[in-house]
């Protein structure tokens, strides 16, 4: 397996743009989690999808930011517009919640996303 | 409620030494205490993990030590390596929940 493949790998766009960020779980995980890292806040969870269902979007900071998993294999981070503060890692992570290994987080490469 | 609390920010360890992170959670209910570890430009991989019915789990050089009284655990990287230079994330969770993350530790191993 792939493991968790997420692209762009770096992303440089003004302020304004909308940015898409794409995510495709390991195959056989039945959730998704889009995660921001910066230095000053660590590790934030933005959101997380149980069988394409979004379960908790309490982290996704204000309405520019949107997620959507269409399938099991698919999700997209998408902001709009997007703001100098927003430049971080992005992360998106799947795992199978239920089974024996269930709390297994795969972690993808990032995007790394800067907003000028 | 939800937070775990880690430190220290940072670690300098020389090499064949003893690297400790520390982590306090407030909710007794958790019940998945992992730790991950992440290489620069890379995802964060889990490292070792443990359950609170053990107070011990033991990988290699890497050990995990459970406090369920004290609500807290630590990581402990016995003869530490320049390889073993990372960031070093606590996280727990609620039975088959999301994982809430420590703020991390930057470890550096010198030779």
């Known amino acids: 397996d792939a493991g968790v493949i997420q692209s762009p790998r770096h992303e440089v766009t003004e302020m304004g743009q909308e940015v898409t960020l794409r995510c495709k779980p390991i195959?056989?995980?039945?959730?998704l989690f889009w995660y921001r890292q910066t230095m000053m806040r660590g590790l934030e969870l933005l959101i997380y999808?149980?069988?394409?269902?979004?379960?908790?979007d309490s982290g996704m900071p204000e309405d520019r930011f949107s997620a959507k998993m269409p399938n099991a294999s698919f999700s997209t981070l998408k902001i709009q517009p997007s703001e100098p503060r927003d430049s971080a890692v992005y992360f998106c992570?799947?795992?199978?919640?239920?089974?024996?290994?269930?709390?297994?987080?795969?972690f993808g490469s990032g995007t790394q996303l800067s907003v000028l | 409620q939800q937070q775990v609390k880690q430190s220290p920010q940072s670690l300098i360890v020389q090499k064949g030494g003893i690297s400790i992170i520390n982590c306090a959670y407030e909710?007794?209910?958790?019940?998945?205490f992992p730790w991950y570890q992440q290489f620069p430009g890379k995802g964060p991989a889990l490292l070792i993990a443990i359950r609170p019915d053990v107070s011990e789990k033991k990988e290699g050089r890497f050990t995990i030590s459970f406090n369920k009284s004290a609500k807290q655990f630590s990581l402990h990287i016995m003869d530490s390596q320049p390889g073993d230079s990372a960031t070093y994330f606590c996280a727990a969770s609620l039975n088959t929940d999301k994982l809430i993350f420590g703020t991390g530790t930057r470890l550096q191993v010198f030779p």
């Open positions: 195959s056989g995980h039945n959730s």
């Open positions: 909710n007794t209910a958790f019940d998945y």
């Open positions: 999808f149980n069988n394409n269902v979004p379960i908790d």
């Open positions: 992570a799947s795992s199978f919640l239920g089974g024996p290994t269930n709390e297994k987080l795969f």
